[in-house]
């Protein structure tokens, strides 16, 4: 069974910076595409950045200004995402997902690309 768990989540003030992780479990990572997305109260839930499986293709949301990077450790089975100058507008639940579908190059950037996710890590950022 696949279980991710995210961590790192947090209260921060404007202009910091976090680091989450995701720990998966129950699968071999390097066969898994994987990304984080983030929600707020009754909004969609929308991706934030996506990894191939080899970690050599990576997509950003615009609104993201090269401000986070996404990385992965097959070895250890987890996934991060540093969060650099954050902003207010960065408050959400971020959530880490992962699909077996794609080839080593290839990534998702939809909720539908993903079967698998973690219950969530809630980022706060002060103004």
């Known amino acids: 069974q696949v279980q991710l768990v995210e961590s790192g989540g947090g209260l921060v003030q404007d202009g910091g910076s976090l680091k989450l992780s995701c720990a998966a479990s129950?699968?071999?990572?390097?066969?898994?595409?994987m990304a984080w997305f983030r929600q707020t109260p009754g909004k969609e839930r929308e991706c934030v950045a996506a990894?191939?499986?080899?970690?050599?293709?990576?997509y950003y949301a615009d609104f993201l200004k090269g401000r986070f990077a996404i990385s992965r450790d097959n070895a250890k089975n987890t996934l991060y995402l540093q969060m650099n100058n954050l902003k207010p507008e960065d408050t959400a639940v971020y959530y880490c997902?992962?699909?077996?579908?794609?080839?080593?190059?290839?990534?998702?950037?939809?909720?539908?690309?993903?079967?698998?996710w973690g219950q969530g890590t809630q980022v706060t950022v002060s103004s």
């Open positions: 997902a992962a699909d077996q579908r794609y080839s080593v190059a290839g990534i998702g950037r939809d909720v539908a690309a993903y079967d698998n």
């Open positions: 129950g699968l071999t990572l390097s066969n898994y595409a």
């Open positions: 990894i191939s499986r080899n970690g050599g293709i990576t």
